[in-house]
């Protein structure tokens, strides 16, 4: 999996290595009751979520990267590609650590893996899943071009498909 650079991120395949920073992200509230990928917020939760991504890459040979700040070197989060099984289509996800939400990081990283899906794995459509109530995401799927195209169930909750064709 390739290494992508922002103008503010580094975005790099998600290691072990990354896993007290990643459980400290997941173990806010806030932060994991924003996810369509129902999580949870424990340390095993954390763990899971993290071999998942991981396996992801594995499988399709692409997934979320970890997000980190250039200036600093902390982990900042994790956005990218994601098609699990059962997945409505070819998404692009983020989720950042709350001391680093409101910094534009999310549609930082989540234009760039717009990019990727489009030129490098070739996607003529690309979506995200985001949970009704969640404002903060719906304004990063529209910076980076999303528009809303329909609502659906996904793993037993009401999600709003956001999306773009090439």
């Known amino acids: 999996m390739v290494v992508l650079e922002t103008e503010r991120l580094v975005m790099r395949p998600l290691t072990g290595d990354d896993f007290d920073d990643y459980a400290r992200m997941l173990a806010d509230p806030e932060v994991a009751d924003g996810l369509a990928e129902s999580v949870g917020t424990s340390r095993a939760d954390a763990w899971r979520s993290l071999a998942t991504f991981i396996g992801h890459r594995e499988i399709r040979g692409y997934s979320h990267w970890a997000l980190v700040e ?29 001391d680093h939400w409101g910094k534009g990081y999310a549609t930082e990283a989540a234009r760039a893996a717009l990019d990727y899906c489009f030129g490098t794995l070739g996607a003529t459509e690309v ?40």
């Open 70 to 98: 250039k200036a600093t070197g902390r982990f900042a989060g994790r956005a990218g590609p994601w098609r699990p099984y059962g997945f409505p289509g070819l998404g692009v996800g983020w989720c950042l650590a709350r």
């Open 127 to 166: 979506i995200s899943l985001i949970l009704p109530g969640n404002a903060r995401s719906v304004s990063v799927a529209e910076r980076i071009g999303h528009s809303h195209l329909r609502d659906t169930e996904y793993r037993g909750q009401q999600v709003h498909v956001y999306g773009q064709r090439r």
